[in-house]
T-cell receptor
Framework: LAKTTQPISMDSYEGQEVNITCSHN???????ITWYQQFPSQGPRFIIQ???TKVTNEVASLFIPADRKSSTLSLPRVSLSDTAVYYC?????????FGKGTMLLVSP | GAGVSQSPSNKVTEKGKDVELRCDPI?????LYWYRQSLGQGLEFLIY????????KSGLPSDRFSAERTGGSVSTLTIQRTQQEDSAVYLC?????????????FGPGTRLTVL
């Protein structure tokens, strides 16, 4: 069961790039790494998923080193509306595990 | 377009009573998940249904918790003899593929308060 560790909180300003790192030292061969975003009083929303190397979509990039023991979610040019909790999820065919989440606060 | 819906949105009950929470997944999604989120905490996996396979119940915290999925669609999570520590937001999600590889679409959750 792969556990994840993320920073509890991060602060940023509008227009900056934000990088959130998740550690998952016990990641298994079959595990994928997925990131979700959650606003207050809402369910989480999928951001990006990857297995290795780099994945990019219209919202974010995900960097995964060769050993896959960590991953970094990169949000380019954040805005106030990016203020939310970001979860790192690592899982396989067994119990899913969400990290504690990182509370990102974007200020003007 | 219909997303994942959950009912009720809020439920207040007395300690010792049974409650039923309902989840309507996105049509055609084969996988359905239940999570629990306590105030200020992350998501705790409870149970996972995939197609007609036996559900993965490994996350259920006690035998007071049970869930079923009828006809591969609607799911109900039942909590018997509720306790105050059961107070939380219960989230349901569905996906097209099984487990982590498929994007999970979450419902708005049911906020359960046990007095």
């Amino acid at each position: 069961l792969a556990k994840t560790t993320q920073p509890i909180s991060m602060d940023s300003y509008e227009g900056q790039e934000v990088n959130i790192t998740c550690s998952h030292n016990n990641i298994a061969t079959n595990d994928y790494i997925t990131w979700y975003q959650q606003f207050p009083s809402q369910g989480p929303r999928f951001i990006i998923q990857g297995y290795k190397t780099k994945v990019t979509n219209e919202v974010a990039s995900l960097f995964i080193p060769a050993d896959r023991k960590s991953s970094t979610l990169s949000l380019p040019r954040v805005s106030l509306s990016d203020t939310a909790v970001y979860y790192c999820l690592v899982g396989d065919s067994s119990t899913l595990t969400f990290g504690k989440g990182t509370m990102l606060l974007v200020s003007p | 377009g219909a997303g994942v819906s959950q009912s009720p949105s809020n439920k207040v009950t007395e300690k010792g009573k049974d409650v039923e929470l309902r989840c309507d997944p996105i049509s055609g999604h084969t996988a359905l998940y239940w999570y629990r989120q306590s105030l200020g905490q992350g998501l705790e996996f409870l149970i996972y249904f995939q197609g007609n396979s036996a559900p993965d119940k490994s996350g259920l915290p006690s035998d007071r918790f049970s869930a079923e999925r009828t006809g591969g669609s609607v799911s109900t999570l039942t909590i018997q003899r509720t306790q105050q520590e059961d107070s939380a937001v219960y989230l349901c999600a569905s996906s097209q593929l099984g487990q982590v590889r498929g994007e999970q679409f979450f419902g708005p959750g049911t906020r359960l308060t046990v007095l």
